[in-house]
């Protein structure tokens, strides 16, 4: 596991016959549970030997997901405190 280099950001994932793909982190941050798969894979690789490089890749990438997953709740948080319909009459807020 590594970023490549280039303009867009991308980690770079090869398996032990040197199959390789490309993802650009964007696809892991909308997309929580292929974020998990590929978090517990990677960790799991870390822990028997087999992940080679891409240790500190995978924690800026973890670290990031972070940032985004928090910002996003707590950009929902504010959105869904709406008025509720009993309360709309009333003058009051929730």
Known sequence: MRWSDGV???LVL???DGARVEVD???LI???H???LLDA???SSLGRGTLLCGATALRQLSERIDR???HSRSTSTRA???RRPEDAGSGRRP
């Open 68 to 70: 985004e997953t928090a």
């Open 80 to 82: 869904g405190m709406r």
């Open 25 to 27: 982190p964007r696809v």
């Open 8 to 10: 867009s950001l991308r």
């Open 41 to 43: 894979g990677a960790r």
């Open 34 to 36: 292929l974020w998990q």
């Open 14 to 16: 090869r398996d032990l």
């Open 30 to 32: 909308a997309n929580p």
